[in-house]
């Protein structure tokens, strides 16, 4: 996941890669409550509170998601005019529409996971105590 901090001093949008779903992991991974960081921007240390550090949603997994709908899609219409053509019986022609669906539910469950991957780590903070 791609996390995202405001450097306090230019205000630039600092990005760093990380695999924890939350901040309370990202504190127990690394024993700590402040994420150090020089600013790309202006070359600063930084000291932020890992309450500061938010996630986006990926531009890159919605375009992963929308490739895997294009591409299904296309495939999902040749075996079913070739079907088609073979098939004259309404439940096949049912069966066909249930699988137009397929590359439309791959597309949403992405798009869902990506949402809730990001609102749980936004949504989970630390506590000041401790």
């Given at each position: 996941?791609?996390?995202f ?6 205000k ?80 096949g ?38």
């Open positions: 996941m791609r996390l901090l405001k450097c306090p001093h230019c630039f949008e600092n990005t760093f890669k990380s695999q924890v779903t939350s901040r309370i992991e990202y504190a127990m991974k690394h024993n700590t409550k402040i994420k150090k960081l020089n600013c790309e921007n202006c070359n600063k240390n930084l000291e932020i509170p890992l309450n500061k550090i938010y996630a986006k949603e990926s531009k890159h997994t919605y375009l992963f998601a929308g490739i895997i709908f294009l591409i299904g899609s296309v495939l999902v219409l040749i075996f079913w005019a070739k079907i088609l053509s073979s098939s004259k019986s309404p439940m022609l049912y069966a066909l529409a249930l699988i137009l669906l397929v590359p439309v539910w791959i597309y949403v469950i992405i798009k869902k996971q990506e949402r809730i991957r990001v609102s749980t780590f936004n949504y989970a903070y630390l506590s000041e105590e401790l």
